[in-house]
């Protein structure tokens, strides 16, 4: 149902797309799957456009949902229908390409052999070797 996505506009400035969850506390909110939207200018014979875009709003983390701090809300609003489509479009392609990421890098690291206790100890001893090399004085004459 679209009719439940919102647009929150933050104290930072940033403007996200996200699904609201109902909480006990009244010092937070939990957001599920926010996208900060993006404004692009962009100029097309003369004419000065905005396009709009989404990226995601936590990146490096593989959580879907956060707490945000009421204090740091401006306004919570339902965000028009095109924008909540396009909020839609773009978490299932998210998610889709999340899914083909995960899939791809764990059958990668299926075909990857860990290394042997012996081979670390080597790798260890060369690296200590080095290191040794580079604390002890140059015998190079300038």
Known sequence: MIDKHRL????SGEEIVCDITANEEKNYIKVINPLK??????EKRGILEER???CKWVHFCEDESFKI????????????KGL???YEYCLNKLNKYNTE???RDEDFLEDVEEPTDQELDDIEDELVEKFRSLLSPSKLLH
Do not use: A, H, R
């Not at 929150?8 to 104290?11: A, G, Y």
């Not at 939207?37 to 962009?42: D, G």
């Not at 701090?69 to 028009?80: F, G, N, R």
């Open 84 to 86: 909540s489509q396009f």
């Open 52 to 54: 709009i875009s989404f």
């Open 101 to 103: 990421f995960k899939n």
């Open 69 to 80: 701090d009421v204090s740091k809300i401006l306004v919570i609003t339902k965000p028009e």
């Open 37 to 42: 939207l993006v404004s692009i200018p962009s």
């Open 8 to 11: 929150l506009k933050l104290t």
